[in-house]
């Protein structure tokens, strides 16, 4: 078994998401997204005071695909899952991800945390944050930075975005200003300005990641 997990800054903004399992008596593994080993490894290092602990970074083989960036980013962008270094910065806090998120990766009853107070306390306000993330289904292309606009005026960015998916058209998350509800279309400005139609997550029916 394992469990999903945040390392927060004492303003409640996100370090990491990982994932964590026990691998012995007194071991644990850690898995973050590629690249940010390290930063993990650096923060967690930061509580090793009088502590007999140890760590080990270790590299994971990906799978062999065709297009495997292409491939993991549509597979990802279709079920709602952030991912470190696109949705997941340290600008963000955990509500903003989505309350699958929060239900999956935050205890609010295993007593303090650094970072607790702000995430309890957005907790206990239903979780309304100003730019949840949503999904954006088009016709036509998006890409990370493309702002989303309504009526000319900016209410968002693409995170992460796929041009083909499950749903035989290109998608992509955004956080969006929470004015927007689902159904809306808005514009999105890149290269191009393509026609989007905001989602809730996730965008194909499937169960959010369990550990």
């Given at each position: 078994?394992?469990?999903?997990?945040?390392?927060?800054?004492p303003?409640?903004?996100v370090d990491?998401w990982?994932?964590?399992?026990?691998?012995?008596?007194d071991?644990?593994?850690?898995d973050?997204?590629?690249?940010?080993?390290?930063?993990?490894?650096?923060?967690?290092?930061r509580?090793?005071?009088?502590?007999?602990?140890?760590?080990?970074?270790?590299?994971?083989?990906?799978?062999?695909?065709?297009?495997?960036?292409?491939?993991?980013?549509?597979?990802?962008?279709?079920?709602?899952?952030?991912?470190?270094?696109?949705?997941?910065?340290?600008?963000?806090?955990?509500?903003?991800?989505?309350?699958?998120?929060?239900?999956?990766?935050?205890?609010?009853?295993?007593g303090?945390?650094?970072?607790?107070e702000?995430?309890?306390?957005v907790?206990s306000r239903?979780?309304?944050?100003?730019?949840?993330?949503?999904?954006?289904?088009?016709?036509?292309?998006?890409?990370?930075?493309?702002?989303?606009?309504?009526?000319?005026?900016?209410?968002?960015?693409?995170?992460?975005?796929?041009?083909?998916?499950?749903?035989?058209?290109a998608?992509?998350?955004?956080?969006?200003?929470?004015?927007?509800?689902?159904?809306?279309?808005?514009?999105?400005?890149?290269?191009?300005?393509?026609?989007?139609?905001?989602?809730?997550?996730?965008?194909v029916?499937?169960a959010?990641?369990q550990?």
């Amino acid at each position: 078994a394992s469990a999903w997990s945040f390392v927060l800054q004492p303003q409640g903004k996100v370090d990491a998401w990982c994932r964590v399992w026990r691998r012995g008596p007194d071991a644990f593994g850690l898995d973050v997204d590629a690249g940010f080993g390290e930063l993990l490894e650096a923060r967690l290092r930061r509580f090793f005071l009088r502590v007999d602990a140890a760590i080990e970074v270790e590299l994971a083989r990906p799978p062999i695909l065709h297009d495997p960036d292409a491939a993991r980013t549509a597979w990802r962008v279709e079920r709602g899952i952030p991912a470190m270094g696109a949705e997941i910065t340290d600008a963000v806090i955990p509500a903003e991800l989505g309350q699958w998120v929060v239900d999956s990766s935050v205890s609010f009853t295993k007593g303090c945390f650094t970072g607790q107070e702000l995430v309890a306390r957005v907790d206990s306000r239903g979780g309304n944050v100003p730019r949840p993330l949503r999904g954006l289904v088009a016709d036509g292309p998006m890409a990370p930075g493309d702002l989303v606009e309504r009526d000319g005026e900016p209410v968002g960015h693409v995170t992460s975005a796929a041009a083909t998916s499950a749903l035989g058209r290109a998608v992509a998350l955004a956080f969006v200003h929470r004015t927007v509800e689902p159904g809306a279309v808005l514009a999105v400005r890149g290269e191009t300005i393509v026609d989007a139609e905001v989602t809730a997550l996730p965008l194909v029916a499937v169960a959010p990641p369990q550990g």
